[in-house]
């Protein structure tokens, strides 16, 4: 799987695909104590950034039965459905990505937030995410989020630096970010996050550490720092190819690495998941968690993806089809998958070694070298990657699981 597309760093992961029976046709499923959260996905930007693979649309490249007007009927649609198969559960988190979700209006995403709370019931301290453009919000709408249930916003602030952001196809103005967090913050968010990107070509390190500066001086209680991947299929992909642009060296990217960690560990921020760093356990994003420690969760939307009693299973992607479906009763997933104990365990470990409490050392081979070489460090029956590690955490996951 790729990093970029599985749940450590993006909501809502997206699996390999192998086409098998969906969790649909075996009814009702049975309760399950586990931790259970839905990622509701908004297909929809301004603007499509040429090194996004995500299942995100402008309006020009959709047709009809996939407005933005329309789409919070047709999400409710699902989630109505997916609450009869999976029978009674409580909704601990709850994550709009995408896409833009706040291309819809403030109004729409509450309606969807309530029709989740109808379907299923949100715990009394549920987490309740959305993604943002900082050029994608104002006062009013954060306030109407805010009332309605949204008390966790994540920032795409990306870089700090306009040449940056023009390489990425970004377009908002950096002056606007600050505006757009005291606006959320006066709105009464209790959790603010942004996302960072570095790696970007023509960025130099002291570009980054604009960046991470400008990251600091909003105080956000999160920070998500990711670096950049030239994904096949994508127009970034395609300039990269005919040398238009040239990607950074590894030491390089290894280098703005090590400067995040230093910055936002001078403000504060810890990390506890490799690309992720918060103020406290508190500030750390819980929904993301739940991916990360095996919890399920139901996506809705074109493209979402699911996991459920050791099943995952995918929509399909575009959303004229998918609401095309939803409004024939006919089914919206496109394939699924069944996970066996071996791929649990090799899932379980790629996903656990990612986080700061490491995970238990049994079963694992090559610990003992991989401690002498600085990569892990054991923490009683446990193992954690050390600084070095974390820059070279894909070499630790296949040596301990190979």
Excluded at 43 to 66: I, S
Excluded at 353 to 366: F, T, V
Aim: proline content about 5%; charged content about 25%; aromatic content about 8%.
């Amino acid at each position: 799987m790729n990093l970029d597309e599985r749940p450590p760093t993006r909501p809502g992961g997206r699996p390999s695909v192998v086409v098998g029976p969906s969790v649909a046709a075996f009814g009702v499923a049975e309760p399950s104590v586990a931790a259970f959260g839905v990622y509701v996905h908004i297909p929809f930007c301004t603007v499509r950034c040429g090194y996004c693979d995500f299942n995100t649309y402008t309006a020009d490249e959709l047709g009809e039965g996939a407005t933005r007007a329309s789409y919070a009927d047709t999400a409710i649609a699902e989630i109505r459905r997916a609450a009869a198969t999976t029978g009674p559960r409580e909704i601990s988190t709850v994550f709009f990505g995408g896409g833009t979700p706040t291309q819809l209006p403030a109004a729409d995403l509450v309606r969807v937030l309530r029709a989740i709370d109808e379907a299923w019931g949100l715990a009394d301290d549920v987490e309740v995410t959305t993604e943002a453009n900082p050029d994608s919000v104002d006062p009013q709408a954060l306030q109407t989020l805010r009332a309605g249930g949204f008390n966790r916003i994540s920032f795409g602030v990306q870089s700090a630096v306009p040449h940056v952001l023009a390489v990425l196809d970004r377009t908002h103005d950096p002056a606007r970010v600050p505006d757009a967090v005291r606006w959320a913050r006066a709105a009464g968010f209790e959790q603010v996050s942004v996302d960072l990107i570095y790696g970007s070509p023509t960025e130099s390190v002291d570009d980054w550490r604009r960046t991470l500066d400008h990251a600091v001086d909003l105080a956000p209680d999160h920070v998500s720092a990711y670096a950049l991947i030239v994904e096949r299929g994508t127009a970034f992909a395609r300039r990269v190819a005919r040398g238009e642009l040239v990607m950074p060296d590894d030491d390089e990217t290894a280098d703005k690495y090590l400067l995040a960690d230093d910055v936002l560990g001078a403000a504060g921020l810890s990390w506890y998941e490799l690309s992720n760093w918060a103020l406290d356990d508190a500030a750390r994003c819980r929904h993301n968690e739940l991916y990360w420690n095996g919890g399920e969760w139901w996506g809705i939307g074109p493209g979402a993806h699911s996991f459920l009693q050791g099943r995952r299973w995918w929509n399909v992607k575009h959303p004229a089809a998918y609401a095309q479906r939803l409004a024939a009763g006919e089914t919206v997933e496109a394939g699924s998958e069944a996970i066996d104990a071996d791929t649990a365990r090799l899932e379980d470990v790629m996903l656990r070694m990612r986080l700061r409490e490491g995970i238990a050392a049994d079963g694992l081979i090559g610990v003992d070298q991989l401690v002498r070489d600085d990569l892990l460090e054991r923490q009683g029956d446990r193992v954690t990657l050390t600084l070095t590690g974390r820059l070279l955490a894909d070499h630790v996951i296949r040596t301990v699981t190979a």
